[in-house]
């Protein structure tokens, strides 16, 4: 996740022009201070990301599903991004929100969903898949011989790199949304102007083939 910030940020800030150049800092400078930033407010990031992992997300589940995306959408409306939801027919609406920035000449679109696949909750060996738990055995994967996953509650401040989320969806989809949203806390906190509109798609039923 921490990779996936500033990542982020690289792709939101284009090219500098000469103009540019005199409020906007180098992309390496940005990326530094996002870092910076991510490191500072650490807890409160993987906090946000366990509240939105906890709901469950299965497509065919559409009270759950609903509560996601009204989830998302407050967590967008939190940041003053304007946002609608896009009605589907038998399926969770599509979560639309967009970032207009004064005298912005391009459009940058964000893609993400956020309902997961279908899960056996009995073959999970490390955590329950809407109970996130954090891992410290530096895998991917689990294999069921690692330590004990603790909640997040007992996670430490500083935490050792090799840390893992587990939960359902936690890398795809839910993950990169709350690093974007993350980014553009962090554009804000280190008064980095955002240069693009920005405008994101978040849909509910990815995992479910779209329609």
């Given amino acids: 996740m921490r990779n996936i910030v500033v990542t982020l940020l690289i792709a939101i800030l284009p090219a500098q022009t000469l103009a540019q150049k005199q409020t906007t800092p180098a992309p390496a400078q940005v990326a530094q201070e996002i870092r910076e930033y991510r490191m500072d407010n650490e807890e409160r990031i993987v906090?946000?990301?366990?509240?939105?992992?906890?709901?469950?997300?299965?497509?065919?589940?559409?009270?759950?599903?609903?509560?996601?995306?009204?989830?998302?959408?407050?967590?967008?409306?939190?940041?003053?991004?304007?946002?609608?939801?896009?009605?589907?027919?038998?399926?969770?609406?599509?979560?639309?929100?967009?970032?207009?920035?004064?005298?912005a000449k391009h459009t940058v679109i964000f893609y993400a969903h956020y309902d997961g696949q279908p899960v056996d909750a009995s073959a999970w060996k490390c955590a329950k898949p809407f109970e996130p738990k954090i891992w410290t055995n530096g895998k991917d994967t689990c294999d069921g011989q690692a330590e004990p996953g603790k909640g997040l509650e007992e996670k430490p401040v500083t935490s050792p790199d090799n840390w893992r989320i587990y939960a359902r969806s936690a890398s795809d989809d839910k993950g990169p949304i709350v690093a974007l949203l993350a980014a553009i806390d962090a554009l804000r906190a280190k008064k980095i102007p955002l240069v693009v509109n920005l405008k994101v798609i978040f849909e509910g039923e990815e995992e479910a083939g779209s329609t």
């Fill in 47 to 103: 906090r946000e990301l366990s509240e939105f992992l906890a709901i469950p997300n299965i497509a065919s589940d559409m009270p759950n599903i609903q509560k996601n995306a009204a989830h998302l959408a407050e967590m967008l409306e939190a940041r003053g991004i304007e946002t609608h939801l896009l009605p589907i027919s038998g399926r969770g609406p599509v979560v639309y929100g967009k970032l207009i920035s004064p005298e």
